[in-house]
């Protein structure tokens, strides 16, 4: 079983940054992809970033130029970079893992971000 486990949520006011990191207990490369999720109250859950194996990006519309997902193949973790951050990115993050596709098969618990305006 695959245990994927969110740091550094937290609380930050509109404008501000916050870094969320996933840890696997697998080697991320045995993934076809990694994702961040979120789920804002009453919401459906959507995805925010996501990086393919090999390396493509793809980000949420709204989140464009404000949001960087990375990875660390050394430390076997996936980053999100959370910049500018705005009061409707309030929300429940999630970390998720792919192996066959979409959906995700893997999910982390999820880390609370709040943004106060």
């Not at 804002?40 to 970033?49: H, I, L, S, W």
């Not at 997902?69 to 430390?75: C, F, L, P, T, V």
Request: aromatic share 10%; glycine share 12%.
């Amino acid at each position: 079983q695959v245990q994927l486990v969110e740091s550094g949520g937290g609380s930050v006011q509109a404008g501000g940054s916050l870094r969320l990191t996933c840890s696997a207990s697998r080697n991320i490369f045995d993934f076809t992809a990694m994702a961040w999720y979120r789920q804002a109250p009453g919401k459906q859950r959507e995805m925010v970033a996501g990086i393919s194996k090999g390396g493509t990006l793809h980000y949420k519309e709204s989140v464009e130029g404000r949001f960087t997902i990375s990875r660390d193949a050394a430390k076997n973790t996936v980053s999100l970079q959370m910049s500018s951050l705005k009061f409707e990115d309030t929300a429940i993050y999630y970390c998720a893992a792919m192996e066959e596709g979409f959906p995700p098969e893997y999910w982390g618990q999820g880390t609370q971000v709040t943004v106060s305006s």
